[in-house]
């Protein structure tokens, strides 16, 4: 069974900053990363890193500021987004994605909520 596990959210004002996890199992997963939806807009992509090698990608809007990493010696793989000098934009649900290569499926968190106030 497949479980994605998020925790780190939050009420924060501008320039403040936040970490999320992501703690998933059931699979072994190629990559794991981050997508957001604000009210009214469509979901879209944030950060990921690849769980062998730790390469990472990261969205425009939060490169420089966001920082996405791995723990693989934990039993779960296990991904943080700390995210800094957090502004008004980034407010919305933040999900967590996982990938699982072999099947080319995508699992998805419940998404965890993150409002910053200016």
């Known amino acids: 069974q497949v479980q994605l596990e998020e925790s780190g959210g939050g009420l924060v004002q501008a320039g403040d900053s936040l970490r999320l996890s992501c703690a998933a199992s059931g699979r072994t997963f190629s990559d794991m990363g981050w997508y957001r939806q604000a009210p009214g807009k469509e979901r879209e992509f944030v950060a990921a890193v690849r769980l062998t090698g730790g390469a990472s990608t990261y969205a425009d809007s939060v490169r420089g500021r966001f920082t996405i990493s791995r723990d693989n010696a934990k039993s779960k793989n296990t991904v943080y987004l700390q995210m800094n000098s957090l502004k008004p934009e980034d407010t919305a649900i933040y999900y967590c994605?996982?990938?699982?290569?072999?099947?080319?499926?995508?699992?998805w968190g419940q998404g965890t909520q993150v409002t910053v106030s200016s």
């Open positions: 994605n996982a990938k699982w290569a072999l099947a080319r499926v995508d699992y």
